[in-house]
């Protein structure tokens, strides 16, 4: 009898908790000019990120993300000046409230989250 209890309950918070939003997900601005020109990063909830870069590879970049631990997030971009060009990003979760893109091993932006609307 109480398994018939607890084993659906066990199932109902494995499932709540795997579906947990990861600590970059949202909307991020860049805290200062940097040398790509970003001014803001979405991260979605559904596995997709958007940035514009407008200083050094200009276009919008297309982005497919996948958590690497709770704390940094890998995006699989793609710009749109060039569809065939693949480039991987990482989002580095540095607080609730700060975070920095890298790329190529390299801190190329800081950001602060912005408030959900």
Same mark, same amino acid.
């Given at each position: 009898m109480k398994l018939n209890f607890i084993l659906p309950f066990?199932?109902?918070f494995i499932s709540l908790t795997a579906c947990s939003p990861h600590s970059g997900a949202g909307k991020w601005q860049a805290i200062d000019d940097n040398q790509?020109?970003?001014k803001d990063l979405s991260i979605l909830f559904e596995g997709k990120a958007e940035f514009i870069s407008t200083k #050094?590879?200009?276009a919008t970049?297309?982005?497919f993300w996948g958590a690497e631990s709770?704390?940094?997030a890998v995006l699989n971009c793609v710009p749109s000046s060039d569809t065939e060009r693949r480039e991987k990003f990482e989002f580095v979760v540095q607080s609730t409230e700060q975070? #920095?893109?890298h790329y190529?091993?390299?801190m190329i932006a800081n950001f602060k989250r912005l408030?959900?609307?």
């Open positions: 066990t199932l109902v790509y020109g970003i #050094q590879d200009i970049w297309h982005c709770q704390t940094v975070a #920095q893109l190529k091993g390299e408030p959900y609307k």
